[in-house]
């Protein structure tokens, strides 16, 4: 016959198992039961985090996502290549238009140079005192629209001698001038622009301190 004593001990520790539980969050190892009403996190339960560092696991997961990163890779090519080719294109449109002002001048300068000597035959009847009345008109409208193409002439008396604009053709020596000087202009030179398309013909008298005066000169008074 079983003891009342022993009977009572098992319905006592089966009690306390399930007033306290007996999982493994339990004191006997069996899992807990919430009660009624009250909320457990979901961490404690295996679920996935909520908190600020698994939102931050997750951007992460999206940054390094390898098709994205392609992409990325390919908008910075495409627009290394949209900048290159813009760069490229405007030094193009320089260069046409240098060449293209450079062809036009060169066919204004042409022009001018096959000008040149009726230009010499204005200066000239200018020269003369016969450039007068629709001749000097229609000189003047010429040279004023040369000019304003951009050809200009050089060469002056008082000039210093420079050999690339000046052609000596005939030289002196003198006391009164310092160096190497345009005494006389025998041919205008002109220019169109920085290009030179005449020389000017000059005569240059250097500097001699013992040089005698071309309008000196001795001579005795004859005695009646």
């Not at 007033?19 to 039961?33: K, L, R, T, W, Y």
């Not at 390919?74 to 900048?83: C, F, I, Q, V, W």
């Not at 169109?192 to 005698?212: N, Q, Y």
Request: proline residues 5%.
């Amino acid at each position: 016959m079983q003891d009342p004593t022993d009977v009572r001990e098992d319905v006592s520790v089966e009690d306390h198992q399930e007033e306290f539980g007996a999982g493994s969050d339990g004191p006997g190892g069996n899992p807990v039961s919430p009660a009624e009403g009250v909320e457990i996190p979901d961490a404690a339960v295996g679920g996935t985090p909520t908190s600020a560092d698994g939102a931050a696991d997750a951007a992460d997961g999206v940054a390094t996502d390898p098709e994205l990163n392609r992409l990325r890779t390919d908008l910075e090519e495409r627009t290394e290549d949209l900048k290159r080719l813009s760069a490229e294109y405007a030094n193009y449109r320089r260069r046409v238009e240098r060449d293209r002002e450079a062809t036009v001048n060169g066919a204004k300068a042409q022009v001018a140079g096959e000008l040149l000597t009726v230009l010499d035959d204005v200066e000239r009847a200018r020269q003369h005192g016969d450039l007068t009345g629709a001749f000097k008109v229609v000189a003047d409208r010429l040279t004023e629209t040369l000019n304003r193409s951009g050809l200009a002439g050089f060469g002056e008396v008082g000039d210093a001698f420079d050999p690339s604009v000046h052609e000596a053709v005939a030289s002196a020596t003198s006391a009164e001038v310092d160096g190497p000087t345009v005494t006389t202009v025998m041919r205008r030179g002109y220019r169109f622009g920085e290009k030179v398309l005449r020389p000017a013909m000059v005569e240059v008298t250097d500097h001699d301190p013992d040089a005698v005066p071309a309008d000196s000169g001795t001579g005795g008074s004859g005695s009646a």
